[in-house]
């Protein structure tokens, strides 16, 4: 079965919207810890300091982006995106001691910038995140089929074989910046392990590609030492087939109580904390190595991540990012949950996975293949179309049966439904009618949609309205 893609013409697209609507979430103790460096090749692992392996620069085009401020959020968690990007001082005057749940990692950061030198794009293309965990958990739901697992290999596998290195400014500060990534390993399944690790590994292909200068793996057992090597090694071949890489390194903490062992999130913001105080002061060479590498005073920002979340950047967007991070604005993504569609999985027999995916049929048939190059999704504020009692208010709906995490899955996996209904199915999936789904050139290529009911509305055109 091939794609079906939309084509985008901003009028009738709105009036076909407007049509649609009508139906409608460390302890302080010392920690010991063990480290791996994946250095078989250092000529893999070491940024470039100058500019004689990189191709000839083309240097993004300078380019209006609007941004959007927390004040055009009805809420705070509706610019929570799981990553962040901030200036190291930021970072480092930042007090994470008080995290109570994984998401405070960003919420502690928000809290510094007194919520409010905070931004998003209004056009979602310039920068986004998408969200890929949840969708392996359902499409990995028991039983488990051999050429479901096939296919979610392959998507991601060849994300990471296609994906190429921007050519970068001198003034971008992403080879500047140190990305850590906090993961834990909770599963015994091998083919869940190793879906695990593409999901990192396609993480870290996509800060490769914006050009971040390190990338930091945080775990708390050798399970997490296992998995990032395994990350690293489907990475090590693209990188270096470009001539330009990204040091890859990993950290393993020893003796975590129970509560490190659920926040590896604050055990990664502190131990980056302790290795830049220690750099300071002359001490512990090598915990600060592990951390910060052999040439630890280049880093002057820092990119927090889940190990999930593929970043898409538009290319012209980087200057206009840049100069905020500069200015000491914190930049959030918007985040994205990948929606498993029938069209992703066409080896498979539709019937067998009925309750996992999207059909190919009626409203869900069109998904509108975006590229920044000519396209835009532009941010439709305050307005939630999964609400359908009243669109102007977040549902809420973790307290809905059947929504066990995200708005996005309330309708799959259900015990209640009749899956091989046509109109059951549409009004078991009634919350994703009135949001158009979308892929992004440059990304996984997988269907998309808002994380917090917010939605974009595609666009044939490059730029949104400020």
Avoid at 263 to 270: G, P, Q, S
Avoid at 362 to 380: I, K
């Amino acid at each position: 079965m091939g794609n079906t893609t939309g084509k985008i013409r901003s009028g009738p697209f709105l009036l076909f919207f407007l049509g649609v609507l009508s139906l409608y979430s460390l302890t302080n103790e010392k920690l010991s810890f063990r480290f791996c460096e994946y250095e078989k090749n250092t000529s893999l692992t070491q940024l470039p300091i100058d500019n004689e392996t990189r191709p000839s620069p083309k240097h993004p085009t300078q380019r209006t982006v609007h941004f959007l401020h927390p004040s055009d959020f009805g809420s705070y968690g509706e610019y929570y995106s799981g990553m962040w990007w901030q200036r190291l001082d930021s970072f480092l005057n930042t007090n994470y001691d008080d995290m109570g749940v994984p998401e405070d990692v960003a919420f502690q950061s928000y809290i510094y910038h007194h919520y409010r030198d905070i931004r998003l794009t209004q056009d979602w293309l310039d920068f986004m995140v998408e969200h890929w965990s949840q969708y392996v958990k359902r499409m990995m739901a028991f039983p488990v089929q051999h050429n479901v697992t096939q296919q979610l290999t392959s998507i991601l596998t060849q994300y990471i074989q296609r994906t190429e290195p921007y050519d970068l400014s001198p003034d971008a500060v992403a080879p500047a910046t140190l990305a850590v990534l906090p993961v834990r390993v909770t599963s015994g399944i091998a083919e869940e392990n190793d879906l695990l690790a593409l999901e990192l590994a396609a993480t870290l292909i996509s800060l490769w590609k914006v050009g971040m200068g390190r990338a930091i793996v945080v775990g708390i057992s050798e399970h997490e030492q296992v998995l990032a090597n395994q990350s690293f090694a489907l990475v090590r071949d693209q990188m270096a087939s470009f001539g330009r890489a990204m040091e890859l390194h990993s950290i393993e903490y020893d003796g975590v109580s129970l509560e490190g062992k659920r926040l590896v999130a604050k055990l990664a913001a502190l131990g980056l904390q302790t290795a830049f105080k220690q750099l300071d002061q002359q001490i512990e060479p090598d915990h600060v190595q592990a951390w910060l590498g052999s040439n630890p005073s280049r880093w002057k920002y820092v990119y927090f991540s889940e190990p999930d979340l593929v970043l898409n950047m538009r290319y012209d967007a980087i200057p206009a990012i840049s100069e905020l991070l500069r200015e000491g604005i914190l930049m959030a993504a918007h985040r994205t949950e990948a929606v498993p569609h029938e069209r992703d999985f066409p080896l498979v027999d539709p019937q067998t996975v009925v309750n996992r995916v999207l059909p190919k049929q009626g409203l869900f048939s069109v998904v509108h293949d975006l590229d920044p190059d000519d396209s835009a999704c532009c941010d439709h504020g305050r307005f939630y179309p999964a609400h359908r009692a009243n669109p102007l208010v977040l549902d809420e709906v973790r307290f809905n049966a059947g929504c066990r995490s995200s708005w996005v899955y309330c309708g799959f996996l259900r015990d209640d439904i009749d899956y091989h209904n046509p109109a059951t199915i549409m009004e078991t999936h009634y919350r994703l009618i009135g949001y158009p789904l979308f892929t992004i050139k440059g990304g996984t290529g997988v269907p998309l949609v808002g994380s917090h009911q917010r939605m974009c509305l595609p666009q044939k055109r490059d730029l949104c309205n400020g």
